[in-house]
Antibody, heavy 125, light 107 residues
Framework: EMQVVESGGGLVQPGESLRLACSIS????????IDWVRQAPGRGLEWIGR??????????VYAASVADRFTAFRDLSQNSVFLQMNSLRTEDTAVYFC????????????????WGQGTMVTVSS | DIQLTQSPATLSASVGDMVTITCRAS??????LAWYQQRPGKAPNLLIY???TLQNGVPSRFSGSGSGTEFTLTITSLQPEDLGTYFC?????????FGPGTKVDLK
């Protein structure tokens, strides 16, 4: 079964750091982009970044709201993608999802098709 | 950034009704639009990608259409399990923005 599982959320104070993990199973991590999406309580979805597959050297594109504070990277030995979040702000409070980006039968990237259950990050003093 | 709007914001319908949700983009996004359903407390579930391609396992009562800046999601016969919030997302250009969502509930 293909799945992704997030972990690492918790309560932190403003200015502190946190590292989230996205552990994958059932598919080959190097072949897929991994998106990070967050959802503040009672709000909509916000795309915050895409960690790209082997063809793009596992580089990451970020939303402007997190670009200078968050870093996504892979550890292939752990079959995981991590999101290092520094200088956290109260407005970063949200459920954080990671999601695999699918591929179609012509091997083109499609859309996030396998999502984890999310991990809650609360930034509060 | 490309902005997405959705209409209506909320929708009340009966089981068996046809439901249509519209997503408009602030600039052309070709056909790189996806639709998701999100039930309360759950992760989003991909329904449709590239405007009209049904994700594996999604019932055929869901369909999508459009191009350029205007897109629609149609549910031909609403079922109780279709309740939730529906989001569109453009995947044409970074950042891959989402629409604000359309909440569907039972009348």
């Amino acid at each position: 079964e293909m799945q992704v599982v997030e972990s690492g959320g918790g309560l932190v104070q403003p200015g502190e750091s946190l590292r989230l993990a996205c552990s994958i199973s059932g598919f080959i991590l190097t072949d897929h982009n991994i998106d990070w999406v967050r959802q503040a309580p009672g709000r909509g979805l916000e795309w915050i970044g895409r960690n790209r597959d082997k063809a793009f050297g596992f580089t990451t594109v970020y939303a402007a709201s997190v670009a200078d504070r968050f870093t996504a990277f892979r550890d292939l030995s752990q079959n995981s993608v991590f999101l290092q979040m520094n200088s956290l702000r109260t407005e970063d409070t949200a459920v954080y999802f990671c999601a695999r980006v699918g591929r179609d039968d012509r091997n083109r990237h499609t859309a996030p098709d396998i999502w984890g259950q999310g991990t809650m990050v609360t930034v509060s003093s | 950034d490309i902005q997405l709007t959705q209409s209506p914001a909320t929708l009340s319908a009966s089981v068996g009704d046809m439901v249509t949700i519209t997503c408009r983009a602030s600039q052309g996004i070709n056909t790189f639009l996806a639709w998701y359903q999100q039930r309360p407390g759950k992760a989003p579930n991909l329904l449709i990608y590239e405007t009209s391609t049904l994700q594996n396992g999604v019932p055929s009562r869901f369909s999508g259409s459009g191009s350029g800046t205007e897109f629609t999601l149609t549910i031909t016969s609403l079922q109780p399990e279709d309740l939730g919030t529906y989001f569109c997302q453009q995947l044409n250009a970074f950042p891959f923005t989402f629409g604000p969502g359309t909440k569907v509930d039972l009348k």
